[in-house]
């Protein structure tokens, strides 16, 4: 519907280039956008970990200092969490995720069907057991 908006980079304006325009455009269609924007950076069906596990959804995280961006595997990360007892909802999560570019933590998640771009973690459930020892014996 609202054609030439691509998804990525929408994502990452915080200042739209939409917005010079907006006052010629009816003002129905410049709250669906705006509320489009919001979407993109904050899903309200998407505010915990678990949420990707259950929809099988993939997360693109991106960094918000750099703009690096990559795609981790939403089950993975809910595990990868639940194991070490960490908090996952979205606004929590960042505190334990760095940016492999420039170090910071990450500022933006978002649920993707891509696949994933970067691994991490136990490559298989052997990987995993090693984890829970590691972790029970911590
Ligand atoms: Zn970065």
Not at 34 to 40: E, F, L, N, P
Not at 117 to 125: A, K, L, M, Q, W
């Amino acid at each position: 519907m609202l054609g030439g908006l691509p998804d990525a980079s929408n994502a990452r304006g915080v200042s739209s280039p939409l917005s010079s325009r907006d006052r010629s455009i009816g003002v129905p269609r410049v709250s669906r956008a705006r509320k489009a924007d919001y979407r993109a950076v904050m899903d309200p069906e998407f505010t915990r970990l678990e949420d990707y596990r259950v929809r099988r959804m993939n997360m693109r995280v991106e960094c918000g200092n750099c703009g690096h961006a990559g795609v981790l595997d939403g089950e993975k990360l809910w595990r990868w969490f639940v194991l070490h007892r960490w908090k996952s909802s979205l606004d929590q999560i960042g505190d334990h995720m760095r940016c492999s570019v420039c170090q910071r933590r990450p500022t933006g998640f978002t649920p993707t069907s891509d696949p994933p771009t970067r691994d991490f973690g136990p490559s298989d459930e052997l990987g995993w057991k090693a984890v829970v020892r590691r972790l029970r014996a911590g």
